[in-house]
């Protein structure tokens, strides 16, 4: 089973790449989907007005699946960034509102939020004991001005995973919006909007969602949709270019629209969003579930197999707040830079954060990238 999916990657050149957690590989499958949209490019008869509007149109029904959404509630993007700005930017704050967020984490989760301090909005960072925030912790900081908790599902600095249920429900039973960036958990844990108290999602395509940079989606609660007060009135949102084919229609904005009003300009983005279709797809037949215990399996493989008399595992071993990003060091920390450059040299890549070592495997990897990686961490 650990190996059933490395054939629908590559070729990497003999190189391992265990750095999801900054970039996932484009399955074969998107990287075909991919070259047949160049194609309609380079003979643009062949870029339909089906083909130009079923872009976005189908790959909202993807992502409305991946994570049990309807589709006319999922907003296309660019980023993760694309959701955080659109609620920072469109809820309708009031001076006197407090916004809760964690101190250390990715700054993307953290700027949007901050310039609203100009409009008397009261921002302030919890500064989690056991490194991300836990539900005692919540409840010690929320307030009767709490109307807004963000946090990132899988934390890029840690790797570990925050408790949604136990978060979501303290944050549901006092009426305060719930907003997780899910840039380092979509792809390789299950989500089901409608059964864990989420009020807004956001993330990247181009991690574990294994799409092309520049891709992303948010999924807000419709009630909550319904407050935003942003001015956006993108034409390919109201209309399509068919519609310009009788005469100069009136642009009147349409109110019928739902999460669509809020789509990242350019839609039909056939360059991106064609390939990352197709692995949303591949993702979805493979099954999150499945793909959740491929990638378990690795990650316990490397725990199991580091030296520990060399190494800190950073991270918990088991349980549900360990994720598929590993963090570990050098024992002597000064050390982790040498390691990280040494494994560069013999094909392994991982990621050097805030000092430490990052290893982050996805399905494309297999037990033999697990030990060519601790080969090198092992080594005399």
Sequence with gaps: MSDSFAGDFGPFGGRVWLNCAHQGPLPRVAAEAAREAVGWKVAPYRLTSERFGGVPRSLRESLARLVGAAADDVILANSASYGLHLMANGLPWKAGDEILLMKGDFPSDILPWLALRDNGVTIRLIEPRRRVVQAD???????????????????????????????????????????????????????????????????????????????????????????????????????????????????????????????????????????????????????????????????????????????????????????????????????NESLFRRLSENGIDVALRAGDLRISPHLHNTDDCIRRALSVFNRA
């Design 137 to 335: 912790e919540l409840l010690d900081h929320v307030t009767g001005a709490t109307r807004l908790v963000c946090l990132t599902w899988v934390h890029s600095f840690t790797g570990l995973a925050i408790d949604l249920k136990a978060l979501g429900g303290i944050c549901r039973e006092r009426g305060i919006i719930f907003f997780i960036n899910a840039s380092q958990a979509l792809g390789t844990r299950p989500l089901d909007v409608g059964q864990v108290p989420v009020d807004a999602v956001t993330s990247v395509g181009f991690k574990w969602l294994c799409g092309p940079y520049g891709t992303g989606f948010c999924w807000i609660r419709p009630e909550i949709r319904a407050t935003l007060r942003y001015n956006q009135a993108y034409w390919l949102s109201m209309l399509t270019a068919d519609d310009l084919r009788e005469a100069v229609p009136e642009p009147n904005p349409r109110a019928d629209l739902g999460a669509r009003k809020y789509d990242v300009f350019g839609t039909a983005n056939f360059f991106n969003f064609v390939p990352w279709k197709a692995s949303v797809d591949y993702i979805l037949e493979k099954g999150v579930e499945t793909i959740r215990g491929h990638n378990d399996r690795l990650v316990s493989r490397f725990i199991d197999g580091l030296d520990r008399d060399r190494y800190d595992l950073l991270g918990p071993e088991a349980g549900p707040s360990r994720s598929t990003l590993i963090f570990v060091s050098d024992k002597k920390r000064g050390h």
